[in-house]
Nanobody, 119 residues
Framework: QVQLVESGGGLVQAGGSLRLSCVAS????????IGWYRQAPGKQRELVAN???????DYADSVKGRFTISRDNAKNTVYLQMNSLKPEDTAVYYC?????????????WGRGTQVTVSS
């Protein structure tokens, strides 16, 4: 069973930075797309950034120019560098990965990490 574990969340002042990490583990697998979603209280979960196996990235308009997603395939890890944080970035951030296990695709989620940006 593939597991995703996020880390790096916390409390930061507006204008500050945080770096989130998500490590995938659990047997033999290949990560296809991997990315970050977030969910603020009372709102739907939304895509923040995604990176595919070819290194192509996609960002929500609200984070373009401030957030950078990257991946280290050797470590089965994806990162989200968040700069110029705003109070509206406050949310639980979830890692999501589309993974191939035994030639079957699966969609996996982490438990989330809280990011709080104070004004």
């Amino acid at each position: 069973q593939v597991q995703l574990v996020e880390s790096g969340g916390g409390l930061v002042q507006a204008g500050g930075s945080l770096r989130l990490s998500c490590v995938a583990s659990g047997g033999r697998f290949t990560i296809n797309d991997i990315g970050w979603y977030r969910q603020a209280p009372g709102k739907q979960r939304e895509l923040v950034a995604n990176i595919n196996s070819g290194g192509n990235t996609d960002y929500a308009d609200s984070v373009k120019g401030r957030f950078t997603i990257s991946r280290d395939n050797a470590k089965n890890t994806v990162y989200l560098q968040m700069n110029s944080l705003k109070p509206e970035d406050t949310a639980v951030y979830y890692c999501n990965a589309v993974v191939t296990v035994n030639w079957e695709l699966g969609d996996y989620w982490g438990r989330g990490t809280q990011v709080t940006v104070s004004s």
